[in-house]
Structure formats: structure tokens, C-alpha cells
């Protein structure tokens, strides 16, 4: 199974997991088959948690078809960026800056999810 693949199944299984460099240290995000820093051997690890927001986008939909969602890309305390949804706040009060914490995988088991670090 190829990274990327590993890193969908472990998704779906519940498992946010990004990986790190046995060498040089280095947390790595997209998945990838070795380090691009140092072409050292690759691991999985949980991130700790925490983030901030870098870019969010509001992603119009009907309310009949689950209305508006958040599309949002964080910055991990490991030094990784990802796209994840910030749930527990209106998609409009998502601001860059925000700092906000791992709320677990969406239910479909493809997504990650975030919250305002302030919530619940
Ligand atoms: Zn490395």
C-alpha cells in the first residue's frame, strides 16, 4: 500500500496520522514513500493537536443539502499544513489566525476535522 493510500486507510479507521523522519526529524505532510529533506525513512505518528488557521473559505451549499460548510487550511505545531473542515463555529467567524484543535474525523472518514480552540 502506497502512503497516501495508508494514510486514507488509517482515516477511515479514525486515525489522523501525519508522518515523521527517523533521520532528521522532520514531520511530513502530504504522506510520501521518504523524507524530501533528507530521503530518510518515513513513520506515522498523532499529531499533538494544535493548530492555526492559514486560509478558510466559506463553501456555499442548500440547507436541504446540509448547508453552508467550512474549508479551511491549517498550520500544525508540528510545522505541516493541511486542508481540514472547522466545525463548532458559524463558517463566517472561521478567521486566519484562529488557533483551533483536532476534533477527530469526519464521518464519512475522509476529512479531518478542526475547532475553535475556544470551544468545546
Ligand atoms: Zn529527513
Redesign the pocket.
Known sequence: MGPQAEYFDLLGKGQFRIQR??????A?FYPRT???????P?GWFAPEGSGVVYSATTVRRKPEAGGDYNVALVDLSEGVRLMTQIVGCDPGEVRIGMPVRFSGVGPAGDTVLYRPEDQQ
Do not use: E, I, M, S
Open positions: 523522519c527517523d533521520d532528521c526529524t522532520a511530513v521518504h523524507c524530501p529533506n533528507c530521503g530518510g518515513l
